[in-house]
């Protein structure tokens, strides 16, 4: 899948996630950035583009450093508390955090959403969409436990024709997240309606 077409997942990967350009810790004490990008460790940190106060690169200390601030902090606090107070701050720009995205989309996501559901790059984008964002929420783990999803999306069953009554399932219907909040989920749902439609 080209880089083009992975960027247009972004906007509603940060809309439902969240993005931040700082590290900060979650709610298991992992240090992270971006869309929930896990820093292992400060040399790992060290490898990305962190710039200062977006006006120049950090260096290797600067980077290190900042790692060390971040992980001496309580864990799972708002994230705006862990931002560094005042300059000089150490953060990705936003297109180092949709560089970040788009090569985890690559090298973990599209793999294992191609994996799970035959013919993925061809599916209708707003159908892409929504398992693109349903893998990022339960991992390509979870999301292969949605056997009545994986079948509809096999049979291109994407939404409910009006009088249908067939017991078969439905793609709109078989992609509800326990676990997410229910304007996620009439989201997912309203994307592959967006693939019904677009297929009649």
């Not at 862990?82 to 995205?101: F, H, I, M, N, Q």
């Amino acid at each position: 899948m080209t880089d083009e077409r992975l960027r247009v997942f972004v906007p509603d990967l940060v809309r439902w996630e969240g993005a931040l350009r700082w590290m900060y810790r979650d709610s298991l004490g992992y240090v992270t950035v971006a869309i929930g990008y896990l820093l292992h460790d400060a040399d790992e940190a060290a490898g990305l583009p962190f710039e200062v106060d977006g006006e120049r690169l950090a260096s290797r200390a600067e980077i290190v450093a900042d790692f060390h601030r971040v992980i001496a902090l309580a864990k799972g606090m708002p994230a705006a508390k862990y931002r560094a107070p005042d300059s000089p701050r150490v953060e990705l720009s936003d297109g180092s955090v949709t560089w970040l995205t788009t090569g985890r989309l690559q090298s973990e996501f599209i793999p294992g959403l191609t994996r799970l559901f035959v013919g993925f790059e061809d599916l209708p984008a707003p159908a892409q969409s929504s398992l693109v964002d349903l893998a990022w929420n339960l991992g390509i783990r979870g999301l292969a436990q949605f056997g009545h999803l994986r079948e509809a999306v096999a049979q291109r069953r994407w939404a409910r024709p009006p009088g249908d009554r067939s017991p078969g399932p439905f793609a709109s219907e078989s992609c509800h997240v326990k676990t997410s909040r229910e304007d996620r989920n009439q989201w997912r749902a309203a994307k592959f309606l967006e693939a019904s439609a677009g297929a009649g």
